[in-house]
């Protein structure tokens, strides 16, 4: 047994000991190894830098857009923005420059985002000031990478929304048989012409939308045919009625606003002509009845509901531009039904108009709902003797408008949706090009977009833009 | 005997260290291997020139697509839509096409590749008074530099894909790309 254990323990006495080649040569191929690795690290490092700069940059460039974005919602957010505090909605005060300070700085994706506003007023036709154009310069910095963009952006207050067309519907326009528009027509959805229904003007459909039928002309007096009509977006800003609803001139009905006809039949906030109660209209409703009229002696009123029977008026004063809002329905207690909730309701023969005759200086604006669908139902039945029955404007962009049967329109319409039945009409007026949203909320849309250099800015936040 | 075993056994115990075998056999590996590894490092000492070369026409390549996309990202309408010429216009630094201010101003820029370069003119929005073009970047190994969103004879695009491709010595060629969206269209 004494060889096999001396053997053993050579063996392993071989294996224990560190003085064979091993060691030399594990460590000249761990030397070479790294070596080798170590170029191919350095190679790859050299080779991907640029692509690294690359995905920093595009991240600071989408952190800087997020900077611009919350602007953008603040102030979207923020409703009407009364003159004297420009930089309400970023809680914080214009300072020397013109801009508004920076508000606290946001951290978005391991980025951090500063941005600065500039807020611009104008007047608009009344003389009121509305902020009408808003420039967001935001700066974001990733990883060491800097990049800053500015954006313009404008809403609609004070602008004409009929300028290119009378007829205006975010989802789509529809004319049952013998219905006509003698007006131009934009939508962002299609337009659908029955049977011997014809659109005379200037049309557009939204994008990848159609016009459906065979009644197309270019012009107003159905001669030209015309073709494929252009496609193109629209845009509909909501209806802020937040000022309207703290002044206005509804106490005016019916001490100062008088009514002609059977006062009984009258009714506004619960109460009938003769001021007793009467539970045909609920608060902020008024409805007129049967041959009898209302003159609004004032300029801004806000009701939930107006519904006109068949031969009565509602006349607003000569040389007055008359705003009449209709507030949402969920600010009026209306619940959501399957029905719409119908907030103008104009009967046989019925008429809302103005003693000058001209469509701009009556314009009802119906806030509408996302939620709550609303409508207006105009039905008129009259044989058609004049240029215009119906001579205002209609603008409710959550709201449906429907014209019954033989109605004749002349003036703006712009709704979700634009129904025309059989044989209903609608013309454009020469005044509604004279139209203007008033302090509608001020949705600020970017109009001009600049991807700025990124040199330290000395004099304004927009150097280099 | 036993005295005599035990002696061998202590010297044989004594001879710590490297044998002559063992060094010429580790020299040899150790040789084999650093030679493989001189290979190596000399193959990529003598393609350093190819590879920084590569390299600085990658970079070269970004800077051209980070600046094109840049002006794409800022423009108004695309002009002219083709694979290896793009019109557009865009806004640009002050002064750009004549008329001065401290605001950036709308002007037409016009890329052209031909051969295996592009180049870069600006002109007024309506393509009078173009500057003399200036090379923005060579050695592409395709002049289909463009593609558009939508695409077609008549349409409008709303979105341009930029691809400047290399060609190389070995493999498929080495392609730079990014793409964006116009901003600042009517609609």
Redesign the interface.
């Given at each position: 047994m004494a060889v096999p254990n001396r053997l053993l323990n050579a063996v392993t006495?071989r294996f224990a000991?560190e003085?064979?080649?091993a060691v030399?040569?594990v460590t000249?191929?761990m030397v070479?190894?790294l070596?080798?690795a170590g170029?191919a690290v350095s190679?790859s490092i050299?080779?991907q830098g640029?692509a690294v700069r690359?995905q920093r940059?595009k991240s600071a460039l989408a952190v800087a857009e997020s900077g611009v974005a919350e602007a953008l919602l603040r102030f979207n957010r923020a409703g009407v923005v009364d003159e004297s505090t420009p930089c309400a909605p970023v809680e914080t005060t214009m300072e020397a420059d013109g801009w508004c300070g920076a508000p606290p700085p946001t951290n978005v994706g391991g980025g951090i985002a500063t941005f600065r506003v500039r807020p611009t007023a104008s007047e608009m036709p009344n003389g009121e000031f509305a902020f009408t154009e808003l420039e967001a310069v935001s700066e974001a910095t990733v990883n060491g990478v800097t990049r800053k963009v500015e954006v313009t952006a404008s809403s609609s207050s004070g602008m004409d929304p009929f300028i290119d067309a009378s007829v205006k519907s975010k989802d789509g326009i529809h004319l049952d048989s013998n219905a006509e528009i003698h007006a131009g027509s934009a939508t962002n959805g299609d337009i659908t012409l029955d049977d011997n229904a014809r659109q005379c003007g200037i049309a557009t459909v939204g994008?990848g939308k159609a016009l459906n039928g065979n009644g197309y002309f270019a012009d107003l007096e159905c001669g030209v045919v015309g073709g494929t009509p252009g496609e193109?977006?629209i845009r509909l800003d909501p209806v802020d009625a937040s000022k309207a609803a703290i002044s206005n001139d509804n106490s005016r009905l019916f001490s100062q606003d008088l009514i002609s006809g059977n006062k009984s039949t009258v009714c506004f906030n619960g109460l009938n002509g003769k001021g007793a109660p009467d539970d045909s209209c609920g608060a902020r409703e008024l409805v007129i009845g049967s041959n009898s009229s209302v003159t609004l002696g004032g300029t801004v009123y806000i009701f939930c509901k107006v519904r006109l029977d068949s031969n009565s008026s509602l006349y607003t004063v000569k040389d007055k531009q008359v705003w009449i809002y209709f507030d949402s329905p969920e600010a009026c207690g209306y619940e959501d039904e399957d029905e719409p909730v119908t907030q103008l309701e104009m009967r046989s023969n019925s008429r809302i108009t103005s003693e000058a005759g001209k469509a701009n200086k009556v314009a009802l604006l119906f806030v509408g709902s996302d939620d709550i669908a609303t409508k207006v139902l105009m039905n008129s039945e009259t044989a058609v003797d004049g240029p215009c029955e119906q001579n205002f404007a209609v603008y409710g962009p959550y709201t449906d408008i429907e014209l019954d049967s033989n109605t004749k329109f002349c003036g703006g319409l712009a709704g979700k949706t634009v129904t025309l039945h059989s044989n209903a009409e609608v013309w454009t007026s020469s005044g509604i090009h004279e139209f203007y949203l008033p302090l509608t909320a001020p949705h600020f849309i970017?109009?001009?977009?600049?991807?700025?250099?990124t040199a330290p800015a000395v004099i304004a936040p927009?150097?280099g833009? | 005997m036993r005295r005599l075993g035990e002696s061998a056994g202590a010297l044989r115990r004594s001879e710590r260290g490297f044998t002559l075998i063992e060094l010429l056999v580790a020299t040899t590996i150790g040789m084999v291997v650093l030679g493989g590894a001189v290979t190596v490092f000399m193959g990529a000492v003598r393609s350093e020139p190819r590879t920084a070369s590569q390299v600085s026409a990658l970079q070269e390549a970004r800077v051209a697509v980070e600046r094109i996309t840049r002006e794409v990202r800022q423009g108004m309408y695309v002009v002219t839509a083709g694979p290896s010429d793009l019109a557009l216009v865009t806004y640009v630094r002050p002064g750009s096409c004549g008329t001065a201010g401290g605001a950036a101003e709308p002007c037409r820029v016009i890329y052209d590749c031909a051969a295996d370069a592009c180049t870069r003119a600006v002109a007024e929005p309506d393509g009078d008074a173009p500057s003399a073009p200036i090379e923005v970047v060579s050695g592409l190994a395709s002049t289909a530099v463009f593609q558009y969103s939508p695409s077609g004879p008549e349409a409008e695009p709303s979105y341009v894909d930029v691809r400047l491709s290399f060609a190389t010595n070995e493999g498929g060629p080495v392609v730079v790309a990014d793409g964006a969206a116009l901003r600042n269209t009517e609609s």
């Open positions: 006495s000991s003085a064979g080649f030399p040569t000249l191929m070479a190894a070596g080798m170029i190679t050299q080779g640029g690359d940059s994008i193109d977006e970017p109009n001009r977009f600049v991807d700025c250099s927009d150097e833009c | -």
